[in-house]
T-cell receptor, first 114, second 110 residues
Framework: GAGVSQTPSNKVTEKGKYVELRCDPISGHTALYWYRQSLGQGPEFLIYFQGTGAADDSGLPNDRFFAVRPEGSVSTLKIQRTERGDSAVYLC????????????FGPGTRLTVL | DAKTTQPPSMDCAEGRAANLPCNHSTISGNEYVYWYRQIHSQGPQYIIHGLKNNETNEMASLIITEDRKSSTLILPHATLRDTAVYYCIVKGNAGNMLTFGGGTRLMVKP
């Protein structure tokens, strides 16, 4: 079946611009996660949704980062006033939503801020 | 969640068993050990997890020491496609996010 998909696969933007990254989770998965991965490092947690609500947003680095999941399926990660330090691969994962379940990751969106 | 320590890199000959160690000496009684791997330019992929008993699935085996302070992921017959970064993660029931460390870069060589 279809896995987690993310669009775009690559995004190049200029410093100060606004970007949106989209995640389509596996159908029926109630939990959705965003992670960020810088070159040579492991993924770093950003935010976790259970259904439509953000259950844990403790990983968002500052208020320029915001994510929504209005209908409990597709999620959008929004970054305002992008900075060069935001350049990274942004990964989305989904799961069935119970503690201890397996997270399925998408291929990621590579964001480059010039 | 408890911190994990893994060697930064390992080599393995194709067809041989790959044994990847992980130390988690501060693990709590209700924390599980998870293993994920990340092949170049892909998202992480779940491999296996366990609490205290050894576990085996179609991908790998997980051996957890009796004191639970360390574990070993075993790929019984490594192939070139197993070349990846392998992450050992300790996670409790309190939160759902995964905390990744640096992982072990496994290179399977012909």
């Amino acid at each position: 079946g279809a896995g987690v998909s993310q669009t775009p696969s690559n995004k190049v933007t200029e410093k100060g611009k606004y970007v949106e990254l989209r995640c389509d989770p596996i159908s029926g998965h109630t939990a959705l996660y965003w992670y960020r991965q810088s070159l040579g490092q492991g993924p770093e947690f950003l935010i976790y949704f259970q259904g439509t609500g953000a259950a844990d947003d403790s990983g968002l680095p500052n208020d320029r980062f915001f994510a929504v999941r209005p209908e409990g399926s597709v999620s959008t990660l929004k970054i305002q006033r992008t900075e060069r330090g935001d350049s990274a691969v942004y990964l989305c994962a989904s799961s069935l939503g119970w503690v201890g379940d397996e997270q399925f990751f998408g291929p990621g969106t590579r964001l480059t801020v010039l | 969640d408890a911190k994990t320590t893994q060697p930064p890199s390992m080599d393995c000959a194709e067809g041989r068993a790959a044994n990847l160690p992980c130390n988690h000496s501060t693990i709590s009684g209700n924390e599980y050990v998870y293993w994920y791997r990340q092949i170049h330019s892909q998202g992480p992929q779940y491999i296996i997890h366990g609490l205290k008993n050894n576990e085996t699935n179609e991908m790998a085996s997980l051996i957890i020491t009796e004191d639970r302070k360390s574990s070993t992921l075993i790929l019984p017959h490594a192939t070139l496609r197993d070349t990846a970064v392998y992450y050992c993660i300790v996670k409790g029931n309190a939160g759902n996010m995964l905390t990744f460390g640096g992982g072990t870069r496994l290179m399977v060589k012909p």
